[in-house]
């Protein structure tokens, strides 16, 4: 069974200052894992995918985040925060390969302060 | 990238009665379909999954008879909420996969507010 772990329900940053968003992930079988935002009210964009190629994975808004199979880990940063990248960040996991379902962490909410 | 449109964004309906959401797929086929619900600071749960021409797989706990799925067609799943109670209130999402770029692609709607008063 996959199973998604974020600590931190809430991050709060500085403007400019470097942003951290940690899963941890458990996986009977080789996962793909993704990181997906959300707007208030709003769905949810991906911001990038892991799926078993290059470990460091480079999405969308100056994200990346780095598979660690050793931790067991896909953190999620970004070198400096926008304002506008306050929001919720889900990360999920699904068997690698499969047509699965994503199964998501509880997401963590990020604050930018200027 | 590819787009799923879910209608209404958001509904407000008295306990009682029924309420339908659509989840489109724009520019793609969609064989499969997944229903979210999610509640209020919380992650999102798996509902039920939906599969073009075949009746949905949902998960231990969700009613079946409460949450009608139907997906007749390969760009359309509908979600039906019937009867629906003031604990029915919550937020649905949608998602879908592209079957043309094989299982890693699954894409949402925007979500549908349901306020049942």
């Known amino acids: 069974a996959q199973s998604v772990t974020q600590l931190g329900s809430h991050v709060s940053v500085s403007e400019g200052a470097l942003v951290l968003l940690r899963c941890n992930y458990s996986s009977s079988v080789p996962p793909y894992l993704f990181w997906y935002v959300q707007y208030p009210n709003q769905g949810l964009q991906l911001l990038l995918k892991y799926t078993s190629a290059a470990t460091l994975v480079k999405g969308i808004n100056g994200f990346e985040a780095e598979f660690k199979k050793s931790e067991t880990s896909f953190h999620l940063t970004k070198p400096s925060a926008h304002m506008s990248d306050a929001a919720e960040y889900f990360c999920?996991?699904?068997?690698?390969?499969?047509?699965?379902?994503?199964?998501f962490g509880k997401g963590t909410k990020l604050s930018v302060k200027p | 990238g590819a787009v799923v449109s879910q209608h209404p964004s958001w509904v407000i309906c008295k306990s009682g009665t029924s309420v339908k959401i659509e989840c489109r797929s724009l520019?793609?086929?969609?064989?499969?379909m997944f229903w979210y619900r999610q509640f209020p600071k919380q992650s999102l749960m798996l509902m039920a999954t939906s599969n073009e021409g075949s009746k949905a797989t949902y998960e231990q706990g969700v009613e079946k008879d409460k949450f009608l799925i139907n997906h007749a067609s390969l760009t359309l799943s509908t979600l039906t909420v019937t009867s629906a109670h003031p604990e029915d209130s919550s937020f649905y999402i949608c998602?879908?996969?592209?079957?043309?770029?094989?299982?890693?692609?699954?894409?949402f709607g925007q979500g549908t507010r349901l306020t049942v008063v």
């Open positions: 999920a996991v699904t068997p690698g390969g499969s047509q699965g379902n994503l199964i």
């Open positions: 520019d793609f086929q969609a064989t499969t």
């Open positions: 998602s879908a996969r592209d079957r043309s770029r094989g299982s890693t692609e699954a894409f």
